[in-house]
C-alpha cells in the first residue's frame, strides 16, 4: 500500500528563521512528488511539483527536493515570514491518483 | 471569479438524510476529483472522472455515488448520509499533459456535518 507520511505534525518557529518540513513515501515508483499550502476555510494551493526524474524545483523563498531512492522529500522555507503560517501537505503521485500526507500544520510568529 | 467553486460551503444534515455537494469548474479540464478530509488524516479520494463518460471508484467510495454531469460539473451525493461521513470535502480538477504532470486545482471545500 502506497503511504505519504509528513513529520513533523505541527511546527513553530520565530519569523525569520529557515526550515525545514520533511514528506516520507513507502513506494519509490512515484511520477511525481507535490507540495501544497492549505489556509482555513480555502482550498489546496499547488506551491511546487518535482518530476520524477527531477532532483528539485524552486519557487522565491521556497525550495523543495526529491530523493526517490530514500523516499523523502523535503520543503525548505526561507526567512520565513507570518503569512507562511498554514497547513502544508505533500501528496505523491501515482498512476490516476494523488496519495496525500496528513500535513504539517506551520505557525509562522512576529 | 474562483476556477473551482463548490455549494453548498456549509451544510449540518441529519443521519439517513440524503446530500447533495456540487463542484463547478471553469478550467476546462477533463479530469475532476472529489476528496475529504479528516482531522489528522491527508485527503482520500472517494472519486474520480477523467471525461463525462468516464467514472472511477477511489480509495473510500462506499456510502458516495457521483454523476458528472458535464465537463464542467461533478457532483457527490450522499445517499444516506451517516456520523461518520461527517469531514471536509474537496473537489480538483486537473489537465495533465503527461505522467508527473498532474498538478490538481481544488475547490474551496464543503464542511459537512451529520448529526
Known amino acids: 500500500k502506497q503511504e505519504v507520511t509528513q513529520i513533523p505534525a505541527a511546527l513553530s518557529v520565530p519569523e525569520g528563521e529557515n526550515l525545514v518540513l520533511n514528506c516520507s513515501f513507502t513506494?519509490?515508483?512515484?511520477?511525481?512528488l507535490q507540495w501544497f499550502r492549505q489556509d482555513p476555510g480555502k482550498g489546496l494551493t499547488s506551491l511546487l511539483l518535482?518530476?520524477?526524474?527531477?532532483r528539485e524545483q524552486t519557487s522565491g523563498r521556497l525550495n523543495a527536493s526529491l530523493d526517490k531512492s530514500s523516499g523523502r522529500s523535503t520543503l525548505y522555507i526561507a526567512a520565513s515570514q507570518p503569512g507562511d503560517s498554514a497547513t502544508y501537505l505533500c501528496?505523491?503521485?501515482?498512476?490516476?491518483?494523488?496519495?496525500f500526507g496528513a500535513g504539517t500544520i506551520l505557525r509562522v510568529k512576529s | 471569479d474562483a476556477d473551482v467553486t463548490q455549494t453548498p460551503r456549509n451544510r449540518i444534515t441529519k443521519t439517513g438524510k440524503r446530500i447533495m455537494l456540487e463542484c463547478s469548474q471553469t478550467?476546462?479540464?477533463?479530469?475532476m476529483y472529489w476528496y475529504r478530509q479528516d482531522p489528522g488524516l491527508g485527503l482520500r479520494l472517494i472519486y474520480y472522472?477523467?471525461?463525462?463518460?468516464?467514472?472511477n471508484k477511489g480509495e473510500i467510495s462506499d456510502g458516495y455515488s457521483v454523476s458528472r454531469q458535464a465537463q464542467a460539473k461533478f457532483s457527490l451525493s450522499l445517499e444516506s448520509a451517516i456520523p461518520n461521513q461527517t469531514a471536509l470535502y474537496f473537489c480538483?480538477?486537473?489537465?495533465?499533459?503527461?505522467?508527473?504532470?498532474?498538478?490538481?486545482?481544488f475547490g474551496p471545500g464543503t464542511r459537512l456535518t451529520v448529526l
Open positions: 480538483a480538477t486537473s489537465d495533465p499533459t503527461g505522467p508527473g504532470t498532474d498538478t490538481q486545482y
Open positions: 513506494d519509490s515508483a512515484i511520477y511525481n
Open positions: 518535482i518530476q520524477s526524474s527531477q
Open positions: 501528496a505523491g503521485e501515482y498512476g490516476n491518483k494523488l496519495v
Open positions: 478550467k476546462g479540464h477533463d479530469r
Open positions: 472522472s477523467f471525461d463525462v463518460k468516464d467514472i
